[in-house]
């Protein structure tokens, strides 16, 4: 499966972003889906992840109440709503997704996923 994300930018904090992660190729509703986030000399960093069908999620403490994973597998595309922007939220946002998963199955571990998208720059500034 090949996936495309887009909708990073530059926010103010305490804005909002709508990342998107379209897939192509195989079954959308046979991966878990995921994103992930990584800055300069760090390692990347579990963000949400989804169920293959959507109704199990699963997010990083710091992005709880703030992120909202979803999936639409009519359009085999994963978004990530992002609300309250703060200054550590800056990173590249990656989505991944993995197949194999039970149907509510939320794996949180960066190399259980077997394909990436290329990343999204999301900035916010203070």
């Known amino acids: 499966v090949q996936l495309q994300a887009s909708g990073g930018g530059l926010v103010q904090a305490g804005g909002s972003l709508r990342l998107s992660c379209a897939a192509s190729?195989?079954?959308?509703?046979?991966?878990?889906m995921a994103w992930f986030r990584q800055t300069p000399g760090k390692e990347r960093e579990f963000v949400a992840a989804?169920?293959?069908?959507?109704?199990?999620?699963y997010y990083t403490d710091s992005v709880k109440g703030r992120f909202t994973i979803s999936r639409d597998n009519a359009e085999r595309t994963v978004y990530l709503q992002m609300n309250s922007l703060k200054p550590e939220d800056t990173a590249v946002y990656f989505c991944?997704?993995?197949?194999?998963?039970?149907?509510?199955?939320?794996?949180?571990?960066?190399?259980?996923?077997?394909?990436w998208g290329q990343g999204t720059l999301v900035t916010v500034s203070s």
């Open positions: 991944a997704a993995k197949g194999g998963t039970g149907w509510g199955s939320v794996p949180t571990h960066s190399d259980e996923y077997d394909y």
């Open positions: 989804t169920s293959r069908s959507g109704v199990s999620t």
């Open positions: 190729g195989r079954t959308f509703s046979g991966y878990a």
